[in-house]
């Protein structure tokens, strides 16, 4: 729920990834006999093969050796103490900040939701709709940190929420040179479409 | 690596640098020791229930042999940490198979099967001989923000003084206009941009710039999707 203006507006977070835009590519192996195959891990020694489920994570100490979960507690990168963060679901989320299209740019997208929204938010799609965007600490089912979520309009106007995360963009001179290395004919005006099907 | 070219065609090798998230979480013991996450193995495909049931005679039979023993476990390897994992393929003996026939299987959104295609291995075009080509396409940041999920982003960084110019130049122009270059590859600038073999195709680049005294940035944004519902 977001309050704008003074006013609680209700909406419904849907999901939205390729797939249920334009479908998705599965695909099937088999052998030479046509029998199918599956994808399993083959571990560092090249021979074990690791079932489905058939990693976990842990937590070691740096003599690397295994440590509860249970006697560890989290810290920012300047290690001070984090306070937990609530839900975003359990108090209406005040859309008071309004971001750039920089403030955006700045961050990497990590999951997008179409938001139904119930009658009552025509002021706040009218400003959606004019290209207002807004900021605000998101965190799906709270913890030790939020996300940050951007209320925006989409094609048709229809308003999204993007989740998403700062980046280590930074800008750069002369001297700081990159430190990390990463790893025919068309008809007229089809240049200009972009195709995003499969 | 990427190969660019610039409004005048003058073309350079630059650095792409992955952009990510930075670390915001760390965990430390109670004597203020930092712990890390490691990944450990916790079970093979020799162990697993199809395993057990073919040795047991029916998956009856597997609970016999957890009362009796613990099977499911081999205390040698179990535990171990694990890296620098590969996916293969397994045959139904689970002995790993050297020759897959791949097919692609096109679902539309509603998992109706489209069409069954060999498999179409896409390959990188970001750093081949023909760099991509500066399109004169400028869309306005604030119409892409509306259409585009801009979800992967690859910041471009100078290799010497030269591209230093090269690059900052170009940073200056798309600040100046408030505007993204739309890139793509191909010498129309029009086909999807991959930046390895076998990677995703992204069929929308827009590449971003700014500047800050005698710095700049330049950002490739690429989408894979529309920001539009279903």
Known sequence: MFRHAGAEVRCQPVKVDRSKLYGSVEIEAADDQGRPLELATIGPDGHTLIAAGGRAMAFVNPDRNWIDRGRLRPVDPEGRPLAEVPSSFDEPIQLETPATIDDLLDHQVKSIYYLEMDAGAEALLALLAKGAIFRFPFAWRGGWISDVGFLLAGQDDRPFLLVAQPTTLHFVGLDQAASVVEEEAVEPGAEEEINFGL | MIHLANAKGRDAEVNAEAVVTPVRVRWIDDEGRPASLVQVLRGTIDRDVSALASRAGSLAGVAELLIDGDPEIDVETYGS???????????????????????????????????????????????????????????????????????VKTQIIHVNGLTYDFLYAMAEELEQKNAFLRVGAGPRANQPLVFHRGGTPYPAGFLEGRTQGDKYQLVLHLSNQELKAP
Not at chain 2, 119 to 143: C, I, Y
């Open chain 2, 81 to 151: 940490f694990i890296d620098h994992t590969s996916r293969v393929y397994v045959g139904p003996d689970k002995r790993v198979a050297h020759r897959a026939a791949e097919v692609e299987v096109v679902k539309l959104p509603d998992g109706t099967v489209k069409e069954k295609r060999p498999r179409q291995v896409t390959l990188g075009n970001m750093s081949a001989e023909t760099p991509l080509r500066w399109s004169g396409k400028f869309l306005p940041k604030a119409e892409v923000v509306h259409k585009f999920v801009l979800a």
